[in-house]
Structure formats: C-alpha cells, structure tokens
C-alpha cells in the first residue's frame, strides 16, 4: 500500500479495490454517514463506486480522501483527505472514521496532519471544511486544528458551516 503520511497513531494510505469490505462495515453505520452525502448508509456499489473514484482521483489530482489505518492493530478505521467540492476550485479537507473509535481524537489528528500535508506538500493556499450546521463533533475538530468559521454557505443545497484555514506561508 502506498503511504501518504504517518502520524502517531495512524498511516493515510491510497485505497484499493480489496479494501471494499473494511469500509463497507464503516459506511452502514447509519450515524457514522449521518452528514455525509444524503445520509443514508451505503451499499456496497456504492463503496465500490467511492473506491474507483478515489483512485481516478488521486491519480488526475495528486490527492484524494485517503484512507485511515490504525497502526497498532492495522485496521481500516476511516478516511481523511481532500477534494474539490462540485463546481468549486477550492480544496476541501473531509474525514471520517469508524464509530468505535470516537472521541480518542483520530479525527483531530489526522485532520491535522493532512492540513499540514496540503499546505507543505501539496502546497495549497488554502483549504476548507464544510459541515453540517448540526455536526457539533466536526465543528470542534476543525477549530481544534486552527480552521475559522468562514460562514454558513449553500453546498449541494442545503446550508453548511463552511471553515477556512489559510496556508501560513502565504499570510504576510
């Protein structure tokens, strides 16, 4: 598997087709995908669809919604990374893990690491996150990790908390 990054606790890998299973059993937990696209859990051609996606992604971009290994147990436990939200040049950091590890900050820290990735490796001006107005959890990750409240914006038609990080190379 081809590494993106490691943190203490976690390695953001590119996905393959033989992770399907892993993240199918993240993807029918009903609260695990509650803001995400429409919310409902997916199938599995839906999974498969997000796996082909990933990799047409990360090969034309350079960058994708990686996915999150644990390293102690080297378990599938989420994904974290980036893609241009439809109709938009901006660059959006997006994650999302395993219900059962919840609340030991995987997210922060691997939101954190892929932040500083896009800013020192892939040298993005700047990035955003865009939330559900009611996804508490997500919004305290971001601030955790220096995001700031740009507003709440339409995105994919229904309103969202859009944050913003800006690259600290460029801030004069």
């Not at 989420?78 to 959006?92: K, L, M, Q, V, Y």
């Not at 229904?158 to 004069?172: G, R, T």
């Amino acid at each position: 598997m081809t590494t993106i990054l490691e943190t203490e606790r976690l390695i953001l890998q590119l996905w393959s087709p033989a992770d399907a299973d892993a993240l199918f059993e993240i993807l029918i937990d009903a609260e695990v995908v509650r803001y995400i696209a429409d919310g409902r859990p997916f199938s599995f051609e839906k999974v498969k669809e997000f796996l082909i996606w990933a990799e047409n992604y990360q090969r034309e971009n350079g960058f994708c919604r990686w996915k999150a290994v644990e390293k102690s147990s080297g378990e599938t436990i989420g994904s974290c990374g980036f893609a241009r939200p439809h109709g938009t040049d901006e660059i959006e950091l997006g994650y999302l893990f395993a219900r059962k590890v919840w609340g030991c900050g995987l997210a922060t820290e691997a939101a954190r690491a892929a932040t500083r990735h896009g800013f020192e490796k892939l040298g993005f001006p700047e990035i955003i996150a865009v939330t559900d107005l009611e996804n508490i959890a997500s919004q305290k990750v971001l601030e955790k990790i220096g995001f700031q409240r740009r507003g709440i914006e339409i995105f994919g038609g229904d309103e969202s908390l859009v944050y913003l990080a800006k690259n600290p190379k460029n801030i004069v």
